[in-house]
């Protein structure tokens, strides 16, 4: 799947975004290396900090499924209501879970529209990153 089709995918989940207080709706859509993609939403919540990012849903939906090998994840995110205006960069926490589970060349592509599209790597977002192999040094 390229790029293109990613963000096709991460429009459709923005679509469910459950964003009462934010009004900032975000979608992301996450290839697996075997080609299935995961779709993920904003989720908040009236105490705030159990907030969930679209891109966590992603993750968390495709782990708990059983996936560990993931090549890419689109992210698409805006006002609610609208289609996005610029785009939208996963949040720190967002990145270092994508740490945990994707190598350094996992690719975050970010997308305004179908036809606006930015492809980057996960450490060229994330330089420096803190991983397992970390904890024994
Ligand atoms: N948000 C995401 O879902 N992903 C991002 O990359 C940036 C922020 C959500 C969290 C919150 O629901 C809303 O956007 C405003 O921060």
Redesign the pocket.
Known sequence: MDSKALVKEALAAREM?Y?P??H???G?ALLTKEGKVYRG????NAAYTP???????AFFKAVSEGEREFAAIA?V?GPAGKPPMDY????GV?RQVMAEFCEDDFVVVVGKSEDEIREHTLIEILPHTFREKDLNR
């Open positions: 975004a964003v207080y934010s900032f709706a975000v992301a939403c904003n989720i908040e907030t969930n990012c679209a891109e966590r849903t992210v995110g939208c960069y996963p949040c967002c």
